[in-house]
C-alpha cells in the first residue's frame, strides 16, 4: 500500500512539474553585457518600460542599449562610434545628466500612456503633445526604439 500511495505521489509530482511553464532562456550576450529577462522582462511594451526604469534606477545605461533598446539603432550607432559601445553609453549617460531631459525620460517610463498596435507601441504624456516614445516587437520581446517625435500636425498628409 505504501509502495502504491509513493507511486501516485512520484507520478503527480512529476506530471505537475512538466506541466509548469518552462522560464524563457535569456537571449545571448551582447557587448559583454548578459541579459537578464527575469529581471527586465519585455514580454510587453509596459513590462519594457518597467524594465528600463529598473535599469535607469540601478543606473545600467549599458543594460538598457545593449538588450532594451532596437538592436539595429544600437549596432547602427556603434559602428559611427568605430565599433566603441562604451563611448555610446558615455554620450548617453550625459545626455540623461540633463535634469529636465532626464525627468522627462523617466516620465514617459512611469506615467506615461501606452497604445500598442501590433508589433509597436506609442508612448504619450498628456502635457508634452509633441513628444512620444516608440517601442517595436521583434521575436517575443520589446524594445526602446530611437523614434521619440511625434509628427508635427501640419506635416501629416490627409488621407486620399
Known amino acids: 500500500m505504501?509502495?502504491?500511495t509513493a507511486l501516485a505521489a512520484s507520478l503527480i509530482m512529476s506530471i505537475a512539474v512538466s506541466a509548469q511553464e518552462k522560464k524563457p532562456e535569456?537571449?545571448?550576450?551582447?557587448?559583454?553585457?548578459k541579459?537578464?529577462?527575469e529581471t527586465y522582462p519585455q514580454g510587453s511594451a509596459k513590462q519594457t518600460l518597467s524594465s528600463i526604469a529598473e535599469a535607469l534606477r540601478r543606473t545600467r545605461v549599458d543594460y538598457i542599449l545593449a538588450h532594451l533598446t532596437d538592436p539595429i539603432y544600437v549596432d547602427g550607432t556603434v559602428k559611427k562610434f568605430n565599433g566603441d559601445f562604451e563611448?555610446?553609453?558615455?554620450?548617453?549617460?550625459?545626455?540623461l545628466s540633463d535634469p529636465k531631459g532626464r525627468r522627462e525620460f523617466e516620465r514617459f517610463l512611469k506615467d506615461g500612456?501606452?497604445?500598442?498596435?501590433g508589433t509597436t507601441a506609442k508612448v504619450t504624456l498628456a502635457d508634452v503633445p509633441k513628444r512620444q516614445m516608440t517601442l517595436r516587437k521583434s521575436g517575443e520581446r520589446w524594445f526602446l526604439d530611437n523614434e521619440n517625435e511625434a509628427p508635427p500636425k501640419s506635416d501629416v498628409a490627409p488621407p486620399k
Open 87 to 95: 563611448a555610446l553609453v558615455r554620450q548617453v549617460d550625459e545626455h
Open 26 to 33: 535569456n537571449p545571448p550576450p551582447r557587448y559583454n553585457i
Open 35 to 37: 541579459a537578464d529577462i
Open 113 to 117: 500612456k501606452v497604445e500598442e498596435s
Open 2 to 4: 505504501r509502495f502504491a
